[in-house]
């Protein structure tokens, strides 16, 4: 079974950083692309990131980049988000979620997605 | 904010069909990428519905359905069931933003 188990969610206070995780299985993870999806509360969803299956390139939205750096270890099967200088607007539940549709991202659908992981960040 | 506009309800008696639009621009549907449709029920991770236009995954009942024109999307849900009340939301790629993007999102409530 394909499957995405995020982690590392919590509390935190605006300004502070916080590392996500995703751990993949029942896929060859080092073939995908993979991204990193965020839903504030009751609202909508945004992409936030992605990675190459070798970790050679990597996209992010306007809004956090230079705060956000995604990462991944295929030995681990797994990927990462490392969010620093974080702000109340970044409160959100984060899913991981594996790109498909093939190796060009711009072309790829997400599917599998994790179930989750909350981001609270406090002022 | 999102470039994809999707209208914020829409519902339907059960058997009924429904449709939910999904507006775009010359920058990501227009420019002929591809659109994908999710469904999110309450307290859950989205779940693919529709990939490249028109295409259903396995497990996807038939009832489901999506299309592509020009710079808008749609899916239909025909012969509504009470199971299908969730959140709707459509995707595509912006080459302005270089990204993915994603509707606004559409309630659908099973009258």
């Known amino acids: 079974e394909v499957q995405l188990v995020e982690s590392g969610g919590g509390l935190v206070q605006s300004g502070g950083s916080l590392r996500l995780s995703c751990a993949a299985s029942?896929?060859?993870?080092?073939?995908?692309?993979m991204n990193w999806v965020r839903q504030a509360p009751g609202k909508g969803l945004e992409w936030v990131a992605n990675?190459?299956?070798?970790?050679?390139?990597?996209y992010y939205v306007d809004s956090v980049k230079g705060r956000f750096t995604i990462s991944r270890d295929n030995a681990k099967k797994s990927v990462s988000l490392q969010m620093n200088s974080l702000r109340v607007e970044d409160t959100a539940v984060y899913y991981c979620?594996?790109?498909?549709?093939?190796?060009?991202?711009?072309?790829?659908?997400?599917?599998?997605w994790g179930q989750g992981t909350l981001v609270t960040v406090s002022s | 904010q999102s470039v994809l506009t999707q209208p914020p309800s829409v519902s339907g008696a059960p058997g009924q069909r429904v449709t939910i639009s999904c507006t775009g621009s010359?920058?990501?549907?227009?420019?002929?990428?591809?659109v994908h449709w999710y469904q999110q029920l309450p307290g859950t991770a989205p779940k693919l519905l529709i990939y490249?236009?028109?295409n259903r995954p396995s497990g996807v009942p038939d009832r489901f359905s999506g299309s592509k024109s020009g710079t808008s999307a749609s899916l239909a849900i025909t012969g509504l069931q009470a199971e299908d009340e969730a959140d709707y939301y459509c995707?595509?790629?912006?080459?302005?933003?270089?990204?993915?993007?994603f509707g606004t999102g559409t309630k659908v409530t099973v009258l």
């Open positions: 979620a594996r790109g498909a549709g093939g190796v060009v991202p711009r072309y790829n659908w997400f599917d599998p």
């Open positions: 029942g896929f060859t993870f080092s073939t995908y692309w």
């Open positions: 990675i190459k299956h070798d970790g050679s390139e990597k």
């Open positions: 010359s920058s990501n549907i227009g420019a002929d990428y591809d």
């Open positions: 490249a236009n028109i």
């Open positions: 995707q595509s790629y912006d080459s302005s933003l270089s990204g993915s993007v």
